[in-house]
């Protein structure tokens, strides 16, 4: 059974950068889909990015594309995040993500099987 868990969150301002980080414990990541999500108060859990540990591949919502990145570290076995031009529309929990969800399903929560407990992201103007 993996184990994910999240680290990285915190209180910056608009503008700023944060790096988060989802680190794998029980397995490896190779052969899965990992993916960050985030969530606002009120709000349904939204896709912000995914890379394919395996391939590489990668992609992103359209809200953060140009200023999230996302990259896998081998040696780590952890996957990152790195934010820049952070908004106040940025702020959520945000969580990170692993399976093998079918094409159609890349972006949607319910195709993911492991989660973290997630790590908070807070944005001030």
């Known amino acids: 059974q993996v184990q994910l868990v999240e680290s990285g969150g915190g209180l910056v301002q608009a503008g700023d950068s944060l790096r988060l980080s989802c680190a794998a414990s029980?397995?490896?990541?190779?052969?899965?889909?990992v993916a960050w999500f985030r969530q606002a108060p009120g709000k349904e859990r939204q896709f912000v990015s995914r890379?394919?540990?395996?391939?590489?591949?990668?992609a992103y919502a359209d809200s953060v594309k140009g200023r999230f990145t996302i990259s896998r570290d081998f040696a780590k076995n952890t996957v990152n995040l790195q934010m820049n031009s952070l908004k106040p529309e940025d702020t959520a929990v945000y969580f990170c993500?692993?399976?093998?969800?079918?094409?159609?399903?890349?972006?949607?929560?319910?195709?993911?099987?492991?989660w973290g407990q997630g790590t908070q992201v807070t944005v001030s103007s």
């Open positions: 993500a692993s399976g093998n969800p079918p094409p159609y399903g890349l972006g949607s929560p319910s195709r993911y099987d492991a």
């Open positions: 029980g397995r490896t990541f190779s052969g899965y889909i």
């Open positions: 890379i394919d540990w395996s391939l590489g591949s990668t």
